[in-house]
């Protein structure tokens, strides 16, 4: 099954305020905001769920002078927003009359046929121009904000929401969606060439060389799979010029496209931070995970011991997904290309069984009579039962009262007991807790039961990323 969500790009020129209405929409510090223009170096990613909708917030670096090396790269993330975003917001700070930049910004999200808003910022303070002076850059729909005042932010995510699909239950098919994610020149193209069995990829010593998703259909083991290959993400600051552009945007939908997720690692340069967040963005998107080492081939004296020392050191650079199994590969001599496959199919039924919930109700109870959860004098959580509500990834509500003082290393515990039980090695599970107090006052409240547990679950996914940091 795949899911795709959307994906919102912020563009427009340093210091109008792109990452402070990120980081209101988004409510969160996960941008860095500061009065320096050009403060933001990065995109950064933020998952929105608002009225039955879901997506992707995408904050990109402010757009400069292109003839400044860095810079010029900063152009190369805007023009990449435009090419995979669904919906563009055009960022303008209200009080500064348009100048050739802001027509530029505009006339570039608008040459790409997709939705797109006009955001004029910093709507509270002295000095904001008449709307008259901004129907020059021909965007129809315009928005007033205040990041800083939380003012208009509502009105934009209606407005956001309403050019984009509700979340919807997709038909099962049995198509294995596997994509190959990593550094560039990690060696994805070619272990994707080696898996597909053909040149479907351009394979060079170039960093960069794949710019786009490419896509290839194989059997295995009577499975239709389907091969998701990707540009590479380069470390901040290492962007260069031309050849490779920045393709945040499209690794993080081949993420939501797939069900498994290879994370390739180059044996010569392991365990970046940059791998880290990468094994973490697929965690958080529910997918399931395999950590490839590749290019074995090209280590020299290398036997069983250097294999065995090199494991531990990896797994603890990884320890916020315990769960991930490691594979050492090499596309060169083919060694363990087809386990690959093998493990894939595993993680996949992994993700797919489900549970019985007496033995899930059974374990609650025995958690908490060997550990009971903490919480304040005279109130303390209580657990009362446990349900698997999904698959794929598996997803477990614990009901009760006085949740909200339940500890995320209380979550830890409790999933650590959950894949004791059952094995879910190579795909995360995630656990959502409802408070029974809470529920029966919003039914006589007559709020969205619905709706908030959506907000309930993306609490606690917030909570599980906070607490691997």
């Excluded at 598996?394 to 500890?407: A, D, E, M, R, T």
């Excluded at 290393?409 to 004791?420: G, Q």
Aim: net charge positive; with cysteine; glycine share 6%.
């Amino acid at each position: 099954m795949s899911k795709k969500l959307p994906t919102v790009a912020i563009i427009g020129q340093a210091n109008v305020g792109k990452s402070s209405l990120f980081n209101r929409m988004v409510k969160s510090k996960q941008a860095i905001v500061a009065k320096e223009a050009g403060t933001t170096r990065d995109n950064v990613l933020g998952k929105i769920n608002y009225d039955h909708h879901s997506f992707w917030l995408v904050d990109t670096a402010g757009l400069k002078d292109p003839n400044d090396e860095f810079e010029a790269t900063i152009q190369d993330q805007i023009e990449e927003a435009v090419v995979a975003a669904d919906v563009i917001l055009v960022v303008i700070d209200s009080t500064r009359y348009l100048d050739d930049k802001d027509k530029l910004i505009a006339k570039k999200a608008l040459k790409s046929k997709k939705p797109v808003i006009l955001v004029l910022n910093k709507s509270d303070l002295k000095g904001s121009l008449n709307e008259s002076e901004f129907l020059r850059l021909g965007i129809k729909t315009r928005i007033y904000t205040s990041a800083e005042h939380n003012r208009g932010i509502d009105d934009l995510l209606k407005e956001i929401t309403n050019n984009i699909p509700q979340m919807k239950d997709t038909k099962e098919d049995d198509v294995l969606r596997i994509a190959l994610i990593g550094r560039p020149n990690a060696g994805k193209s070619h272990l994707f060439n080696t898996l597909a069995g053909k040149q479907q990829a351009i394979v060079a010593n170039v960093a960069g060389t794949t710019r786009d998703i490419n896509r290839v259909s194989i059997r295995y083991d009577k499975r239709a799979i389907e091969l998701l290959d990707t540009a590479g993400i380069r470390r901040q600051g290492k962007q260069e010029q031309g050849i490779e552009k920045f393709s945040v945007l499209r690794t993080l939908q081949a993420i939501e496209q797939s069900d498994i997720c290879l994370l390739l690692m180059d044996v010569n340069e392991l365990n970046t931070q940059l791998d880290q967040r990468l094994a973490g963005m697929i965690a958080d998107s529910g997918k399931g995970l395999i950590i490839v080492v590749t290019k074995w081939d090209a280590v020299e004296g290398k036997d069983a011991y250097t294999r065995d020392a090199l494991a531990p050191k990896i797994a603890h650079s990884f320890n916020f997904v315990p769960w991930t199994p490691l594979i050492f590969t090499s596309s060169i001599t083919g060694q363990n290309v087809t386990k690959i496959f093998d493990l894939a199919l595993d993680i996949d039924k992994r993700r797919k069984q489900e549970t019985k919930t007496r033995v899930l109700n059974d374990l609650l109870q025995k958690a908490i009579q060997m550990h009971p959860p903490a919480g304040l004098k005279n109130t303390h959580p209580k657990l009362r039962y446990i349900v698997q509500t999904d698959t794929t990834p598996p997803w477990f509500v614990i009901y009760g009262s006085n949740l909200k003082f339940i500890h995320w290393s209380y979550e830890r515990y409790l999933e650590n007991l959950i894949r004791e039980t059952y094995d879910y090695t190579g795909t995360p599970i995630k656990l959502s807790f409802r408070d029974e107090k809470q529920i029966k006052e919003n039914k006589k409240l007559g709020i969205d039961i619905k709706q908030l547990k959506k907000d309930k679950d993306h609490e606690s996914n917030n909570r599980s990323r906070q607490s691997r940091r």
